[in-house]
């Protein structure tokens, strides 16, 4: 059972844990310091690289290296592109090219947050394109630490003008609340949250990390293979005519919801995320334990299975795809309806969730639900993607980047407790003469585990309400919910 508190006051709260009960972050209104903030364990590891003279917080990528507009200032040496392709193995140094720069980048190899290998994709060439895509890492800090490495300029200046991958991204909602350009990365207005069990798909949050790819329904297929099974290829046709059509309601979040309230207390890596990187709709398709189970997967497979891998078809430069993977049992069990799915609230998949088909995992993180699907991998292991080796873990709040041990912690599969109020909203003001305000939020707890109850307080926990949940046919769903507590004469400037 998870049992949710809501606090309104204080800062930061941990999560309580006892045998069979979990407590919730607190979300907290101080009537003293008038600012609303909602804080909990962290779910995002603290990435923070100290070099260049300060402390330089960026995202990993394909290559972690800056995107930079190139300094002014004058350097003597001069080298041509042929100098560069030269050094292209720590034995002959590593050298990168941008915008007219040459940078030696050896000695950045091992701490490069995506690891080394990722960075000798633009061994002896030009690392442009790379940041065409990633071009997130445009800041003032990764600016200075790649400066930190240039050794010259390169003969004849700027490079050649590269394509813009982003050039195909679907048209988005106005409303949405946009956390990053390219890749696309927005999240749904918190009021709406509070107020419709299921969220529109214009107004789904949208969580990508490479351009959205285009996608022909009628030619796409998915791979299915593994360990003592056939491989097969099934159309989208073949999912909608051989597998009986599932449906499932259920609520998706990003791992990282929320996450702006930890940069009060400590700078983290990541989307500055507020409360509204989280959605519920209907989603229909193939039960994955269908579809496995027509491919060959058998209880006499298990022993030689533990994982179901998914890759998409959103790559970087490299063909390098998006994967992820959740643990066999839950692939297979029916009760926690994992599906292939083709529609999202009645209509097909929109583009940036995946269309034409992509994984839904209920009551686990987002990031292993997998969009734009290209494959299924029945395996012992789990996926050895970035995104689930070095992204998306759990790690205590004194490890950083020089000494973060990615294999010492396994990837998020169940989330934590989660709970936000959404009304009133931040930076709303209150007036105390109402005596009474309502306040509205949600609850939402990962693993198929319901939310019991929602504690309200309005003094700093002096006296506490009981909050009226909303009825929910599936308890892997949020909850909303609804209390009032008494302003006595307080006035609250959220």
Same mark, same amino acid.
């Given at each position: 059972m998870l049992l949710s508190f809501l606090r309104l006051g204080m800062g930061l709260c941990t999560a309580a844990r006892q045998r069979g009960v979990a407590c919730a972050a607190?979300? #907290?209104?101080?009537?003293?310091? +008038?600012?609303?903030?909602?804080?909990? !364990?962290?779910?995002? @590891?603290?990435?923070?690289?100290?070099? %260049?003279?300060?402390? @330089? *917080?960026?995202?990993?990528?394909?290559?972690?290296?800056?995107?930079?507009?190139? #300094?002014?200032?004058?350097?003597?040496? *001069?080298?041509?592109?042929?100098?560069?392709?030269?050094?292209?193995?720590?034995?002959?140094? &590593?050298?990168?090219?941008?915008?007219?720069?040459?940078?030696?980048?050896?000695?950045?190899?091992?701490?490069?947050?995506?690891?080394?290998?990722?960075?000798?994709?633009?061994?002896?060439? %030009?690392?442009?394109?790379?940041? %065409?895509?990633?071009?997130?890492?445009?800041?003032?800090e990764v600016r200075e630490l790649l400066e930190g490495y240039r050794i010259g300029n390169l003969v004849g200046g700027a490079q050649q003008t590269y394509g813009d991958p982003y050039a195909n991204e679907p048209k988005r909602h106005g409303a949405l609340i946009v956390r990053s350009q390219q890749p696309f990365n927005a999240e749904t207005p918190v009021e709406f949250l509070s107020q419709a069990k299921l969220t529109p798909n214009d107004l789904f949050y949208v969580r990508n990390h490479l351009p959205v790819p285009k996608v022909d329904s009628e030619s796409w297929k998915v791979s299915v293979k593994g360990e003592g099974m056939r491989q097969v290829e099934l159309s989208l046709e073949d999912l909608e005519s051989k597998f009986k059509k599932h449906t499932?309601? #259920?609520?998706?979040?990003? *791992?990282?919801?929320?996450?702006?309230?930890?940069?009060? &207390?400590?700078?983290?890596?990541? @989307?500055?995320?507020?409360?509204?990187?989280i959605g519920t709709a209907?989603?229909?398709?193939?039960? @994955?334990?269908? &579809?496995?189970?027509?491919?060959?997967?058998?209880?006499?497979?298990?022993?030689?299975?533990?994982?179901?891998?998914?890759?998409?078809?959103?790559?970087?430069?490299?063909?390098? #795809?998006?994967?992820?993977?959740?643990?066999?049992?839950?692939?297979?069990?029916?009760?926690?309806?994992?599906?292939? %799915?083709?529609?999202?609230?009645?209509? !097909?998949?929109?583009?940036?969730?995946?269309?034409?088909v992509r994984v839904v995992a209920p009551g686990i993180t987002g990031a292993r639900s997998v969009k734009w699907l290209a494959r299924i991998i029945a395996h012992r292991e789990e996926s050895g993607s970035h995104w689930q080796q070095k992204d998306y873990k759990s790690f205590s709040p004194n490890v950083d980047w020089d000494n973060v041990d990615w294999g010492s912690a396994p990837a998020v599969q169940e989330t934590n407790v989660q709970s936000a109020i959404c009304v009133p909203q931040q930076g709303q003001t209150v007036d105390a003469s109402d005596e009474e305000i309502e306040v509205q939020g949600y609850a939402y707890s990962g693993g198929g585990?319901?939310?019991?109850?929602?504690?309200?307080?309005?003094?700093? +926990?002096?006296?506490?309400?009981?909050?009226?949940?909303?009825?929910?046919?599936?308890?892997?769903?949020r909850q909303q919910f609804k209390a009032q507590p008494q302003m006595q004469s307080y006035r609250f400037c959220l």
């Open positions: 607190f979300a #907290c209104l101080s009537s003293r310091s +008038g600012i609303l903030k909602q804080e909990d !364990e962290s779910l995002m @590891l603290i990435h923070k690289w100290k070099g %260049a003279g300060s402390a @330089l *917080t960026f995202a990993a990528g394909i290559l972690a290296l800056p995107l930079l507009a190139q #300094c002014e200032q004058e350097e003597s040496a *001069t080298y041509s592109q042929e100098d560069v392709a030269e050094h292209d193995s720590p034995e002959k140094e &590593v050298w990168v090219s941008y915008e007219g720069g040459v940078y030696n980048v050896t000695d950045f190899l091992e701490m490069h947050p995506g690891g080394a290998q990722r960075l000798m994709m633009a061994a002896g060439g %030009a690392i442009d394109p790379f940041w %065409a895509m990633y071009a997130q890492h445009k800041t003032a499932v309601t #259920c609520t998706l979040q990003c *791992t990282g919801n929320r996450r702006d309230m930890f940069n009060g &207390v400590k700078s983290v890596q990541g @989307l500055e995320w507020s409360a509204g990187a209907e989603f229909a398709g193939a039960r @994955l334990s269908d &579809v496995l189970a027509y491919a060959g997967l058998t209880e006499d497979s298990l022993g030689e299975v533990e994982h179901i891998q998914f890759e998409g078809l959103d790559s970087d430069i490299s063909g390098t #795809c998006y994967g992820a993977s959740i643990p066999v049992m839950k692939a297979l069990s029916r009760q926690d309806d994992v599906i292939l %799915a083709y529609e999202m609230n009645g209509q !097909e998949i929109p583009p940036d969730h995946g269309y034409p585990q319901g939310i019991i109850r929602v504690d309200v307080t309005a003094d700093d +926990g002096e006296t506490w309400i009981t909050a009226d949940l909303s009825p929910v046919h599936d308890r892997r769903n």
